[in-house]
């Protein structure tokens, strides 16, 4: 079942998805060679409950720990580690915050040091699709219209979308109806309605969409050992069109 959030569910939707895009702004100075996993989920951890909010990951579905780390061909639920992180490597950092109720949910793919060009591209152009996506939010528009601009933006280019994993609704439960899918037709699907909230979080991978999860039941990695690129935001159905709210206007950079 899809929830139409009211005025008062909505500012608190804006709260979460404010702190979960100001966990991201802290802990990116900290994204350098020789810094572990455990030492961004641990500042993250601390960051959160700081501002009187929870982790969402932690214990959800026996999650371990309180953000997704994934790491070159991790595509995503990469679990935070004893793992240095070393020049040349792309991390994504997945937040997800829990503020009076309400769920916030962002990610973002980082270099580590200096970034190979063939890296930068596809985390580029990650990036780009999700923005195409969202200017595509409005009342009226589908959500197949979401998913085939995402894929007429990042196949021309011979990179694949992840077809397992998908955005989702999102309010009081961490995934909420509807399934926001990556790929698909424009005029198909759902209607998008005001006061829908819901995340889009393409996962774009250099080489085939394959993937497989690992021994730890979580993390996916890509069957061929290519890097994979990710970015998401929560974002609200407005009257005219969408708002963001994962996004601090000024601050955040994408
Ligand atoms: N934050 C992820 C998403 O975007 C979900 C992570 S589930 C977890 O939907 F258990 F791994 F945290
Ligand atoms: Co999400
Ligand atoms: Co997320």
């Excluded at 424009?186 to 979080?201: A, D, P, R």
Aim: negative net charge; glycine residues 10%; hydrophobic residues 35%.
């Amino acid at each position: 079942m899809v929830t139409i959030k009211k005025d008062d569910e909505i500012e608190l939707m804006r709260r979460s998805g404010k702190l979960a895009a100001e966990v991201l702004l802290m802990i990116a100075p900290y994204i350098k060679p020789g810094v572990t996993t455990n030492e961004l989920n641990d500042r993250c951890h601390d960051f959160i409950v700081e501002n009187g909010a929870i982790p969402a990951p932690l214990n959800y579905r026996g999650f371990p720990k309180s953000i997704c780390t994934s790491v070159n061909d991790e595509i995503c639920h990469g679990i935070p580690s004893e793992r240095k992180l070393r020049n040349g490597d792309v991390v994504n950092l997945d937040i997800t915050t829990i503020v009076d109720g309400f769920h916030g949910d962002t990610n973002q793919s980082f270099f580590v040091g200096s970034p190979r060009k063939q890296a930068k591209k596809l985390v580029d152009t990650t990036r780009e699709a999700l923005h195409k996506a969202i200017a595509v939010v409005r009342p009226g528009a589908r959500l197949g219209d979401i998913g085939a601009t995402i894929q007429q933006h990042v196949e021309p280019k011979g990179y694949s979308v992840v077809r397992e994993f998908c955005g989702h609704g999102i309010g009081r439960n961490f995934h909420e109806d509807p399934q926001v899918l990556h790929f698909g037709n424009f005029g198909q699907g759902m209607v998008l309605e005001k006061g829908m909230t819901f995340t889009i979080e393409p996962m774009i991978n250099l080489g085939k969409p394959d993937l497989r999860i690992l021994e730890d039941n979580w993390t996916a990695v890509t069957q061929d050992g290519n890097l994979s690129a990710q970015y998401e935001h929560t974002v609200l159905v407005t009257d005219d069109g969408h708002e963001v709210l994962t996004r601090i206007e000024g601050k955040t950079s994408f």
